[in-house]
T-cell receptor, first 114, second 114 residues
Framework: QQQVKQSPQSLIVQKGGISIINCAYE??????FPWYQQFPGKGPALLIA?????SEKKEGRFTISFNKSAKQFSLHIMDSQPGDSATYFC?????????????FGSGTRLSIRP | DGGITQSPKYLFRKEGQNVTLSCEQN?????MYWYRQDPGQGLRLIYY???????QKGDIAEGYSVSREKKESFPLTVTSAQKNPTAFYLC?????????????FGSGTRLTVV
C-alpha cells in the first residue's frame, strides 16, 4: 500500500518530441506528489510537484497530469532537449504540511537523441 | 549558499570495517534523511530524523546506524553487519512546516567494498 509504481524503466525520445513518464499509487492518504530529476553522480533535485486537488500543473516545458480517481499521475516533457537526459523519479507523501518520509518510484532513465 | 554537504564523495571500505558518511546542512531544516540508491531500484530509505536527538528506522535500516546530536548534522555509519554496502548514499533534508519545497538532496557518497 506504500508503493509508488513507475514506468517505463528507460525511455528514448527524439529531440523535440514529448517524453511521458507514468506513475501509480495505492495509498489514498498521499496528498503530495513531487517529481525529481537526477543527473549522473549528483543528488536528485525537485523538478515540479502537485497536490491532488488539481488535475494539472505546468512549469515551462514540464507538466504533471493527475488523475485522482485512477490513482495515477504522469510527467510530460514537451519539446524534449538533450539537456533533459537524466533519471526521473516520481514520489508521494502522506503529508503536505509537515515533515514525513517521501516514497519514491523506481526511476526512469530518459535519453534524448539529438 | 545554503545546501547540504556530503563527504567524502568516494569511500572505499574493507571487509569487516565500519565507515561513517558525513552529512551537514545549513538550511535550518528540521528533518534529515538517508537514502540508498542501487541501479534499477530507486531510492530506499535507511533512517530519518525529524528533530534533534530523535530518529526512526526506514525500510532498510539493518546494518546501519545514525545519530542526530545537532540540527545541522546527521552522520550515517555503515557497520560490518551490512553485507552488501556497495551503493550510492544520499542525504536529504526538509523543512517540517514548508513541505511544498520537498527534499533538498546532497551530491551523494559512493561507497565501494574492496
Amino acid at each position: 500500500q506504500q508503493q509508488v509504481k513507475q514506468s517505463p524503466q528507460s525511455l528514448i525520445v527524439q529531440k523535440g518530441g514529448i517524453s511521458i513518464i507514468n506513475c501509480a499509487y495505492e495509498n489514498t492518504a498521499f496528498d503530495y506528489f513531487p517529481w525529481y530529476q537526477q543527473f549522473p553522480g549528483k543528488g536528485p533535485a525537485l523538478l515540479i510537484a502537485i497536490r491532488p486537488d488539481v488535475s494539472e500543473k505546468k512549469e515551462g516545458r514540464f507538466t504533471i497530469s493527475f488523475n485522482k480517481s485512477a490513482k495515477q499521475f504522469s510527467l510530460h516533457i514537451m519539446d524534449s532537449q538533450p539537456g533533459d537526459s537524466a533519471t526521473y523519479f516520481c514520489a508521494a507523501s502522506p503529508s503536505w504540511s509537515s515533515a514525513s518520509k517521501i516514497i519514491f518510484g523506481s526511476g526512469t532513465r530518459l535519453s534524448i537523441r539529438p | 549558499d545554503g545546501g547540504i554537504t556530503q563527504s567524502p564523495k568516494y569511500l572505499f571500505r574493507k571487509e569487516g570495517q565500519n565507515v561513517t558518511l558525513s552529512c551537514e546542512q545549513n538550511l535550518n531544516h528540521d528533518a534529515m534523511y538517508w537514502y540508498r540508491q542501487d541501479p534499477g531500484q530507486g531510492l530506499r530509505l535507511i533512517y530519518y530524523s525529524q528533530i534533534v536527538n530523535d530518529f526512526q528506522k526506514g525500510d532498510i535500516a539493518e546494518g546501519y546506524s545514525v545519530s542526530r546530536e545537532k540540527k545541522e548534522s546527521f552522520p550515517l555509519t555503515v557497520t560490518s553487519a551490512q553485507k552488501n554496502p556497495t551503493a550510492f548514499y544520499l542525504c536529504a533534508s526538509s523543512q517540517s512546516r514548508d513541505r511544498g519545497h520537498g527534499y533538498t538532496f546532497g551530491s551523494g557518497t559512493r561507497l565501494t567494498v574492496v
